[in-house]
Structure formats: C-alpha cells, structure tokens
C-alpha cells in the first residue's frame, strides 16, 4: 500500500525558507520520477517540481530558480528546498510520483505571510 508522509512545512515571512520531506512507503521509489505538487485555496493542485530516475530536475515557471528539488533512494525520502517565498506560494505541499498515483497524503501547510 501507497504512503506518502509529507513534513516540514509553517509559517514563514516574505522571503524566507523552508525545507519540506516526503518518506514514501509501498512504492518503488528508485525507479519512479517523482514530484511535488501543491494546491492552494480555491485552487486546483498544479505540479511544482519533478526529479527524474537519474536527477534531471524540472520546475513550474513560477519557481524556477527559487525551489530546489532533490531525493534520496536509499532513505525513500523526497525532499523540496524552498527560498525565496512569496505570498503567492502559500499552499498545502504534496509529494507523489510523476505521474501520480491515485493515493495522497496529508500533505504539509506553508503559509507566507508578514
């Protein structure tokens, strides 16, 4: 069975960081790309961030440059380093792989506000 338990998440001011973490369980992690995912109020879940098998890393426009995504096979652990945020990243931040499987956790809340 499909776990994904997402952490790391808070309250942080305009401009400031975060480093998020998926631990997946029942699914084969190494040789599966996976993504983060958010949605925000009102909003449909949009993907952010994608690691592939062999590390090539792609990101939604609206983060490029400020979102690091990175991953560790042995520790079954995806991990999402955010800088740089805005208002507008504000959002329940979900891990699954790419394309996502029809499970979900919980997710993790980042609200940024001042």
């Known amino acids: 069975q499909v776990q994904l338990m997402e952490s790391g998440g808070g309250l942080v001011q305009p401009g400031g960081s975060l480093r998020l973490s998926c631990a997946a369980s029942g699914i084969m992690f190494s040789i599966n790309a996976m993504s983060w995912y958010r949605q925000a109020p009102g909003k449909q879940r949009e993907l952010v961030a994608t690691?592939?098998?062999?590390?090539?890393?792609s990101y939604a426009d609206p983060v490029k440059g400020r979102f690091i995504i990175s991953r560790d096979n042995a520790k079954k652990t995806l991990y999402l380093q955010v800088n740089s945020l805005k208002s507008e990243d504000t959002a329940v931040y979900f891990c699954?792989?790419?394309?996502?499987?029809?499970?979900w956790g919980q997710g993790t809340q980042v609200t940024v506000s001042s």
């Open positions: 699954n792989s790419f394309p996502p499987e029809d499970i």
């Open positions: 690691i592939s098998t062999n590390n090539i890393k």
